[in-house]
T-cell receptor, first 116, second 112 residues
Framework: GPKVLQIPSHQIIDMGQMVTLNCDPV?????FYWYKQILGQQMEFLVNFYNGKVMEKSKLFKDQFSVERPDGSYFTLKIQPTALEDSAVYFCASSLGLGGRDAEQFFGPGTRLTVL | GDSVTQTEGPVTLSEGTSLTVNCSYETKQYPTLFWYVQYPGEGPQLLFK?????EKGSNRGFEATYNKEATSFHLQKASVQESDSAVYYC???????????FGTGTKLQVVP
């Protein structure tokens, strides 16, 4: 079936540095999402993105976070600067639509971010 | 706004016993309902979806009925196996243009 890829699978950085997480969504999908999962906890919604704009974001989507998808390339999540509490697995997802059957989301395998 | 509430976990069951994970939703629309499963070390994946009220979805021995009157979509399996150990997410996708709402997830651990 359709695949979402995430690069890298694991990233280790020092607190205060910038990090960019990359997502290659399903090719014909229009809606893109990021989720955060702290070790041992459930997944939580961060943001969704459509047509070059953030549509909705949660309170977890701090000012230090930004998303973009320049020229149809990777959908990225940038954190600048990073904090210790940003350590988590970040999942990217994409969907064809927003409602009904088309709302089915396809998830990537996740990027494990470790902030030291 | 739309919301999804599901059984709080973790839930621990013995192999061969039955499972019910409750899911209730709130929406003013006519949603499509989803169950996703997340195995350890992986991203969530769709278990099944049901677009119409009073219909049932099923996959891998799991099933759920879209009960519009009760606004519920409870996940059931008659006999769980150790390989069913995972986190299960109920989700709602309505047609109003808002993004899909996920429940908080229910962690299931099946022991031999």
């Amino acid at each position: 079936g359709p695949k979402v890829l995430q690069i890298p699978s694991h990233q280790i950085i020092d607190m205060g540095q910038m990090v960019t997480l990359n997502c290659d969504p399903v090719s014909n999908h229009l809606y893109f999402y990021w989720y955060k999962q702290i070790l041992g906890q459930q997944m939580e919604f961060l943001v969704n993105f459509y047509n070059g704009k953030v549509m909705e974001k949660s309170k977890l989507f701090k000012d230090q976070f930004s998303v973009e998808r320049p020229d149809g390339s990777y959908f990225t999540l940038k954190i600048q600067p990073t904090a210790l509490e940003d350590s988590a697995v970040y999942f990217c997802a994409s969907s064809l639509g927003l409602g009904g059957r088309d709302a089915e989301q396809f998830f990537g395998p996740g990027t494990r971010l470790t902030v030291l | 706004g739309d919301s999804v509430t599901q059984t709080e976990g973790p839930v621990t069951l013995s192999e061969g016993t039955s499972l019910t994970v409750n899911c209730s939703y709130e929406t003013k629309q006519y949603p499509t309902l989803f169950w996703y499963v997340q195995y350890p070390g992986e991203g969530p994946q769709l278990l099944f979806k049901v677009p119409k009220a009073n219909e049932k979805g099923s996959n891998r021995g799991f099933e759920a009925t879209y009960n519009k009157e009760a606004t519920s979509f409870h996940l059931q399996k008659a006999s769980v196996q150790e390989s069913d150990s995972a986190v299960y997410y109920c989700a709602l996708g309505d047609n109003s243009g808002t993004y899909q709402r996920f429940g908080t997830g229910t962690k299931l651990q099946v022991v031999p």
